[in-house]
């Protein structure tokens, strides 16, 4: 289990995080949402080890991430950050494989097409970085951080992601948020991803954590959390909730007035 107790973090004198408990499980996908400035990227930095809390303290698998070793964190956790790095003049491949911290050639064939098939990168991985989109870039950093995780004989990883659907449309990022649904129920790998989207969310992840002023308001199963008052009080927009008719699929969007 990736777990916060009561974590909190000051930048530049400001507190943007403040006492946040949050449990993150194996094999679920855990959601990140909050207005802009709410703390989303900066607590995520606290989970991954970036940041050191001011008090509170962040534990991985039972053992606190303070005094953990960068070998011994990257054993256990990949992290794509918002705006990840291109180097230029490389080939889509040599940046996945860095995620073993290895060549091509180190990495075995099955764990190589594994990877290929969960990010949907095969088609990409012979094209230099800077020929990608934006949407294939964010596809080929989940592959590297997948990679990682898979050499990986730690017995719980998490990937922890940043805004990782920000450049693509809604067909593809839905696509992709229920890509990482299916690899953390069929590899165990847990997964926190910090997102801007409401409805990605209520289709897609197992528990929810709403976010406000650095301030956790709400936390758990997804159904439970994803009210739509309480939504309404977080954003400050009204909300019109749309149900499919058998009742199976919800939807929030901003409500114009009459």
């Known amino acids: 289990m990736l777990e916060l107790q009561d974590i909190?973090?000051?930048?530049?004198?400001?507190t943007v995080i403040r006492q946040v408990s949050l449990q993150a499980q194996p094999g679920e996908l855990c959601v990140i949402l909050g207005p802009n400035g709410a703390g989303k990227s900066s607590l995520l930095q606290l989970m991954s080890g970036y940041r050191q809390p001011d008090s509170g303290q962040v534990s991985l698998a039972g053992k606190p991430l303070t005094g953990q070793g960068p070998a011994s964190l990257a054993r256990q956790r990949a992290v794509v950050?918002?705006?990840?790095?291109?180097?230029?003049?490389?080939?889509?491949?040599e940046l996945i494989a860095t995620?073993?911290?290895?060549?091509?050639?180190?990495?075995?064939?099955?764990?190589?097409?594994?990877?290929?098939?969960?990010?949907?990168?095969?088609?990409?991985?012979?094209?230099?970085?800077?020929?990608?989109?934006?949407?294939?870039?964010q596809r080929v950093h989940l592959?590297?951080?997948?990679?990682?995780?898979?050499?990986?004989?730690?017995?719980?990883?998490?990937?922890?992601?940043?805004?990782?659907?920000?450049a693509l449309d809604f067909a593809i990022a839905d696509a992709m948020v229920a890509r990482l649904h299916h690899i953390?129920?069929?590899?165990?790998?847990?997964?926190?991803?910090?997102?801007?989207?409401?409805?990605?969310?209520?289709?897609?992840?197992?528990?929810?954590?709403?976010?406000?002023?650095?301030?956790a308001v709400a936390s758990g199963k997804t159904a439970e959390v994803m009210d739509k008052q309480q939504l309404e009080a977080i954003y400050g927009v009204a909300l019109a909730e749309l149900t499919s008719p058998d009742a199976q699929v919800r939807a929030f969007v901003p409500r114009t007035s009459d």
């Open 8 to 14: 909190s973090l000051k930048l530049g004198g400001k």
């Open 81 to 93: 950050e918002q705006h990840p790095a291109l180097p230029a003049g490389w080939r889509v491949s």
């Open 99 to 137: 995620g073993a911290y290895q060549t091509r050639a180190m990495v075995s064939d099955s764990i190589w097409q594994q990877v290929l098939v969960l990010s949907d990168t095969a088609s990409l991985q012979n094209r230099t970085l800077d020929s990608l989109s934006g949407g294939e870039a």
């Open 143 to 166: 592959a590297r951080a997948l990679l990682q995780l898979l050499v990986s004989s730690s017995l719980e990883r998490y990937l922890l992601l940043d805004e990782a659907t920000s």
């Open 184 to 215: 953390a129920g069929s590899l165990g790998i847990g997964i926190v991803a910090v997102m801007h989207d409401l409805n990605l969310a209520l289709r897609h992840a197992d528990r929810v954590l709403l976010l406000r002023d650095g301030v």
